[in-house]
């Protein structure tokens, strides 16, 4: 049973967007991940330019997996805050109109304090995003950063909104300290798409870093096996920074990917 749909972030291609989907398309990946900046910023797309965006997809047998909306500052900063959030509507509805129906955000610092201040901001800024998706039919999917995966379950448990979910990065869990398997346990009802990237943990001379999939800390088997007990059945995007090696990395990232999903 295929219970993971494959997809890849084109952002370290350095390709125009129509050379990059077709890459994907000769990769047999299922779907595209992609930044909603410069001309696919949903400012930028017309009604007419979002049905031939959707097209192009179909016509390279892919969907759009995940837009990825990257904010100056976070929800929890209240400058400027009204804007942030304006900008995040328009990128769900962007993700409805070109049938992928996924963005990807890092939302900032969720404070561990139920009291503080930030935390109240995060909190009302999700909210309204939250219904908002519910109501245009996309889910917001969250980064966790630095915060620790229970505190997100906790929050997002109170919160109770379907336009609401998690982005599960074992990149960002292992530099952070945390193990990716026991997140998938502690973030299950809210996930709804997988990063699939690589990283080392830091040390004392060394701080963590980003590499090619299976050449880090991440136990895929382990990670793979948690994500099917969890009964996740969704993206698996693979990403990469953009580098000198990028591209390789990709195509071998893929070949890694296929030996656990089949």
Known sequence: MNWFRLAVSIAALGEPFRAAIQRLRDWGVHGAEWEAVGELAPDQLSQ??????RHLLEANK??????????????EVPEDLEARID???????????VGGRIVLLDPGQLPESEEAPARRWLQDALETLGRYGER?????ALETGSTPPLIWRQFLDRLQSEGLGVLLD???LVAHGF????????????????????ARRGSRTHPAEE?????GHVDWVGLINALRDAGYRGWLALKRQPGLTARRDLEEGLRFLRRFTG
Do not use: F, M, N
């Open 48 to 53: 007419s330019a979002r049905r031939q965006l």
């Open 62 to 75: 892919l969907s759009a997996a995940g837009i990825r909306l990257p904010l100056r500052r976070g929800l």
């Open 87 to 97: 900008l995040c509507r328009k990128t769900l509805q962007l993700a409805y109109d």
């Open 136 to 140: 245009v039919g996309s889910v917001l």
């Open 170 to 172: 074992p990149a960002t």
């Open 179 to 198: 193990e990716p398997e026991q997140a998938v346990g502690q973030l299950y009802p809210h996930l709804r798409y997988v990063q699939a990237r690589e």
């Open 211 to 215: 590499v090619p999939l299976g050449h």
